[in-house]
């Protein structure tokens, strides 16, 4: 190879290296920009300024009764997938047995909405029992939406974390983030789908759908922003846990009572 060769692939080479790196800048760019937007993104609701509100969600676990309507109005409402595998929602039923064994089994309703357990348990065994709803905790510090590498998982001003289904790619790293296992790939549209406190009624001044049909109350959704708000209320005169304290993501799903032995 000549001298005049030898410069002329060499120019070339550096060319596309060249462009390489500036496309790779845009990209970069481009994504934290839109990743910026969607941080700050405004529902389009009229009147509705979520810089004015903090949402969080109370779970009285003496009152739930593990009747499954949360799950079901959950499923009808965001249109998730009925197979047992994908929930936005969910209730575990914790079996502590006389020999102080601990069973965790989630509850799956029939056609007719008859309740159905995986494991059965005699009642001979059994020293107490109770239900626990769990669901995306919409933590604060979200390990979901640090590890999104196109910023389609983000927290909104007013404390939801959520999805942007047309940015998702479905890697599924939110879904290996996550450590309450509140994600799952959504068969139809192959992007992570979760649990969005029912952000699209929430911003119209409605309450979640499991929260409006519980019939227990079990569930109380609110404002932390707001002093007459019911979950400030139930905040003050309970005894409130969150799940998984220790990891530091600041849940904002708050029990009242939760017994030690749930996990």
């Not at 998984?244 to 009242?256: G, W």
């Amino acid at each position: 190879m000549d001298k005049r060769e030898f410069l002329k692939k060499g120019a070339i080479l550096f060319i596309s290296a060249s462009g390489v790196v500036r496309h790779l800048e845009r990209s970069t760019t481009a994504s934290a920009s839109t990743t910026s937007a969607s941080t700050t993104q405004k529902p389009a609701v009229p009147g509705y300024d979520p810089a004015s509100h903090y949402y969080g969600m109370g779970i009285d676990v003496d009152r739930c009764i593990g009747c499954g309507r949360c799950v079901e109005a959950c499923t009808v409402e965001n249109d998730v997938p009925r197979e047992p595998s994908y929930a936005r929602t969910w209730v575990e039923r914790y079996v502590i047995k006389n020999d102080k064994s601990v069973v965790v089994d989630r509850i799956e309703t029939g056609e007719g909405g008859e309740r159905k357990f995986k494991e059965v348990v005699d009642e001979a065994d059994i020293l107490r029992t109770f239900f626990i709803p769990k669901l995306c905790n919409h933590c604060a510090n979200p390990p979901c939406v640090q590890v999104c590498p196109v910023g389609a998982t983000f927290s909104t001003e007013d404390g939801a974390v959520i999805v942007d289904e047309e940015r998702c790619i479905g890697c599924r790293y939110c879904i290996q983030a996550c450590p309450y296992g509140a994600r799952f790939l959504n068969p139809r549209t192959k992007t992570a789908d979760k649990c969005t406190f029912c952000y699209h009624r929430v911003v119209k001044g409605m309450q979640p759908a499991c929260v409006e049909v519980c019939p227990t109350q079990a569930r109380i959704f609110g404002d932390l922003r707001s002093k007459a708000s019911r979950l400030v209320r139930f905040q003050r005169v309970n005894k409130i846990h969150v799940l998984k304290p220790h990891l530091n993501t600041e849940p904002k799903v708050y029990y009242a009572d939760l017994d030690g032995e749930v996990r």
